[in-house]
């Protein structure tokens, strides 16, 4: 249970399929980079009409599945394709698509590059990508370079340089490559980003966002599903693996890349010592799970800073024992919303009474609910994931795509949301020294158009 350092620095920078990813130095990754002359800006970018949405899916495993029943119920949408190296998980997703009456896809299988077979395909106009972590980047990079606009699953990238990459490919191409970061699709999220635009918290000050959810028992997964993969990032990293649930809502009411950007950051780890526990109980003693180096920090906890001023608290904990919490909070100079349980408090514009919580929601909602929840809730709702999230985003998708509108994430979210899980990683073992954020929009943010509040 030691930390390692040697072990440490020698899988810190492998990915779990053994490749070694280049990590520039932070004085060169975290530079301001300039834009080829053959590049523009891809903010704000509306993609032709589509009357027709083409779909091919790439990795259709725990999350991957659902997506795929997601879009069997979606109008104006073809799946034309889906690969996996799984061929139980896929034959599945093809019989689930053939049992709603619609047409057969093709079935891309057999080994890791098969997914490229798929993308040489020119029937399909964009691409789901919801495979392990080291996957996103290196294959949502080869669905721009093959014409295809590319939705990847979070995290978008692991390096610093994977996230330049993905931009630089996707203002070469001028190709949509946006994180599917469901939370932001979520009904209270929603409800906060539109009470936020409507000035009800005042000027903005400070944020928290958190994934904090027990996952331990995911070790359990050995060959299979997602704890296969994802319980080894822990013996590869200490830092925030996975930031992005609750930073993606909190970025949004702070008009991150749209008027303000993210800074700096700060980060540090608790011990780790939850996972080695849980194996020691859970396994026998010769047991591979009892022979991995836990180094990731039960607890981390990084602090932002932007360019405007404003902070936010960003927290990861998947091992200890306790309820869980996204923990999105938004606090303004008249006022503060808080999830888990959701509460608000306001000086103006409520009870009058900042000093107590109002947990009583129904007002609120009747008064600030989204015109998208409005419309779609129901719906998103009966379709079910994540409590009706994840079918309100990829029905959102699908309409951009098909009334030529930009879409809610661009590729520079992605980059600075995900980019927080190495800059976190960069700090701890720096005694947690700050440490720059690129600035992936290369000052385009200074005037990007914040997020409206859109109807459907």
């Given amino acids: 249970m030691k930390f390692n350092r040697r072990h440490f620095l020698k899988t810190a920078g492998v990915t779990a399929a053994g490749i070694l990813t280049s990590q520039l130095p932070l004085s060169t990754a975290n530079a301001v980079q300039q834009k080829p002359a053959n590049q523009h800006t891809v903010m704000g970018l509306i993609a032709p009409k589509m ?58 299988t057999g080994n890791e590059d098969a997914y490229k077979d798929l993308l040489s395909r020119n029937d399909i106009d964009i691409v789901i990508i919801s495979t392990p972590w080291e996957w996103h980047a290196p294959m949502a990079i080869d669905t721009m370079e093959s014409g295809k606009h590319a939705f990847v699953e979070v995290p978008l990238a692991l390096t610093v340089e994977e996230c330049w990459q993905i931009v630089d490919t996707a203002e070469r191409t001028q190709k949509n490559c946006m994180m599917m ?74 008009n991150i890349n749209r008027g303000d950007r993210f800074d700096y950051l700060t980060s540090m780890s608790s011990p780790a010592l939850g996972r080695a526990l849980y194996a020691e109980r859970e396994f026998p003693k010769d047991h591979e799970r009892n022979q991995l180096n836990y180094i990731n920090g039960d607890m981390n906890t990084s602090l932002i800073k932007t360019v405007n001023g404003r902070t936010i608290m960003v927290q990861h904990d998947t091992t200890t024992p306790r309820p869980y919490s996204r923990h999105n909070l938004i606090q303004g100079t008249n006022g503060v919303f808080a999830g888990f349980p959701n509460r608000i408090a306001v000086e103006q514009g409520g009870s009058g009474n900042f000093h107590q919580w109002d947990m009583d929601m129904e007002n609120w909602y009747a008064k600030y609910d989204h015109p998208l929840w409005l419309q779609m809730g129901k719906e998103a709702e009966r379709n079910g994931g994540h409590g009706g999230m994840d079918f309100l985003m ?63």
Wanted: negative net charge; contains cysteine.
């Fill in 181 to 254: 970061e469901n939370v932001n699709y979520g009904r209270d999220e929603l409800m906060v980003l539109n009470m936020v635009r409507q000035g009800l918290f005042g000027e903005l000050l400070h944020g928290e966002a958190a994934y904090i959810h027990e996952l331990r028992w995911q070790m359990k997964e050995i060959d299979s599903k997602t704890g296969s993969w994802r319980t080894h990032w822990h013996t590869k990293r200490n830092g925030n693996l996975y930031p992005t649930h609750g930073l993606g809502p909190v970025s949004q009411y702070m």
């Fill in 394 to 456: 990829l029905w959102r998708m699908v309409y951009c795509l098909r009334n030529g509108e930009p879409l809610d994430q661009d590729v520079y979210d992605g980059a600075a949301w995900s980019v927080v899980n190495i800059l976190s990683e960069e700090s701890v073992n720096n005694r947690s020294n700050s440490v720059d954020f690129p600035d992936f929009t290369r000052g385009a943010w200074k005037t990007g158009k914040p997020l409206g509040i859109v109807g459907a």
């Fill in 51 to 108: 009357d027709i949405v083409r779909v091919g899916f790439i990795g259709v495993g725990q999350r991957g599945s659902g997506h795929v029943k997601h879009f069997c119920h979606l109008e104006g949408v073809e799946i034309k394709a889906i690969c996996d190296t799984d061929a139980k998980v896929l034959d599945k997703s093809i019989e689930f698509v053939e049992f709603q009456g619609l047409a057969k896809p093709a079935r891309y």
